[in-house]
Every structure is written in C-alpha cells, then in structure tokens.
C-alpha cells in the first residue's frame, strides 16, 4: 500500500506556469503506474496525465497535451505535474492516483486504487 501526499496547489493567473508535487510515504512508486486526476465543482473527475513508472511511459489527456507535462522523480520517489499556459477551465483539485490499470483503462479513475488528498488549483485573474 502506498500513501500520496500532493502538494504544489495554489492561486495563478491566466497564462502562468505551476508544478505540482506527489510524494509516496513509506512506499515507492515501483512497479505502480501513476496519474494525476482533477475534478471541478460539479463535474466528474477527469484524467490529466499519468506515466508507468517502470517504463517511464507518459500518457495525456487531449485537452492538457502541449501544456502539462509529467515526470518522475526517482531519488525523490515523487511523480510531478508542470502546467504551463494555464486557463481559468483549468481550475479544480488536482488528484495523485496509483495502481495497476491495463493500458485501455489508465484514463478511468476507478482502475487506480490509491489516491492522495488532492490539492486546490485556482486559475483566476
């Protein structure tokens, strides 16, 4: 079992970049593949990105692909989110998530089965 703490949320404006952090307590990310979620008030909670940890393989939801980006941290056994061009639709609470879906379901957030606190993005002028 694996717990994820993100931190890295906070207050932007249109256009500006943020990085957000998800660190593993008392577990690493091996053999794990992990994905970043984000759910916006009254929507459902969509898939950003996400990378196999092993194979170091990314994968990106159409609407964030050229914008985010997301990298691992090995030494740190922390998995990151840079958000660049950042737009008011991009604000909700942004989700670490951890687990073994096959490739057909790593954008369904119920094949992960672990998931951390989520942290607040607010994109506002």
């Known amino acids: 079992q694996v717990q994820l703490i993100e931190s890295g949320g906070g207050l932007v404006q249109p256009g500006t970049s943020l990085r957000l952090s998800c660190a593993a307590l008392?577990?690493?990310?091996?053999?794990?593949?992990l994905a970043w979620f984000r759910q916006a008030p009254g929507k459902e909670r969509e898939f950003v990105g996400g990378?196999?940890?092993?194979?170091?393989?990314?994968h990106y939801a159409d609407s964030v692909k050229g914008r985010f980006s997301v990298s691992k941290d090995r030494v740190a056994s922390a998995l990151n989110l840079q958000m660049t061009s950042l737009q008011p639709e991009d604000t909700a609470v942004y989700y670490c998530?951890?687990?073994?879906?096959?490739?057909?379901?790593?954008?369904?957030?119920?094949?992960?089965?672990?998931w951390g606190q989520g942290t607040q993005v607010t994109v506002s002028s």
């Open positions: 008392g577990s690493t990310f091996a053999g794990y593949t």
């Open positions: 998530a951890a687990g073994w879906p096959i490739a057909s379901t790593r954008a369904i957030a119920r094949a992960y089965y672990f």
């Open positions: 990378v196999t940890w092993k194979t170091g393989s990314t």
